[in-house]
């Protein structure tokens, strides 16, 4: 339970962290929808679908993807508005205690501009520190911020994936004992993240 409050708490600040501009007037009583957020990830991500991951002795390791998609009615700052949001659970059948928390969601600032992220987050969190990885979306196209590790060309156990967002976790310059990567693109979602033993998997393949 600790954890559940701890991760929503994490994706609410998450969440407030890159601004459209829009006006209270142009505002009041929108939906205010995700397409583009959603767009940003393979559809498959959407289905339960299975991505298959490998490390670098050949292993395989299978996440599924369970999403669920909501939409809610809000008051904020006396601006009335319809938000989506989604939530993409990557879990391994044989390791329940392991997963990965996909979050898409649109709000309204304190100004009334729209928040737009992508987030993801490594479960359960790891006593030496929580890894998670953000990307902000501005006039509907995902943005690059000061402090984003992002990579045009991102080559890792001789597989190369374009425009990825590379995120390490760090206490200081000491990376996590464990979960400590989290590297997301547009073309595969999740392409490679670390297990509890700091383990390195790498997207290759999507079974549906």
């Not at 007037?25 to 490998?54: C, G, M, R, W």
Request: charged letters at 20%; aromatic letters at 10%.
């Amino acid at each position: 339970m600790k954890n559940l409050l701890t991760l929503a708490f994490i994706l609410t600040i998450l969440g407030c962290s890159q601004e459209d501009n829009l006006s209270n007037a142009e505002a009041n009583n929108q939906h205010l929808k995700i397409d583009y957020i959603k767009n940003y990830l393979p559809s498959q991500y959407f289905n339960e679908s299975t991505i298959v991951y490998k490390n670098s002795s050949g292993e395989e390791l299978k996440m599924v993807s369970q999403p669920k998609e909501s939409a809610s009615d809000r008051t904020h700052s006396g601006i009335n508005y319809t938000t989506d949001e989604f939530n993409i659970t990557l879990y391994n059948e044989h390791n329940s205690n392991m997963t990965i928390v996909l979050s898409g969601n649109v709000n309204l600032s304190t100004q009334g501009n729209i928040v737009a992220t992508l987030s993801g987050v490594l479960m359960p969190f790891n006593t030496s520190g929580t890894t998670w990885s953000t990307i902000r979306f501005e006039n509907s196209k995902p943005t690059i911020n000061l402090g984003d590790d992002f990579r045009e060309t991102y080559i890792v156990l001789n597989k190369e994936f374009s425009n990825t967002y590379v995120t390490i976790g760090q206490n200081g310059s000491e990376q996590h004992s464990a979960y400590s990567e989290l590297n997301m693109n547009s073309d595969h979602g999740v392409v490679a993240f670390r297990d509890e033993n700091n383990d390195l998997w790498v997207f290759d393949r999507i079974e549906e």
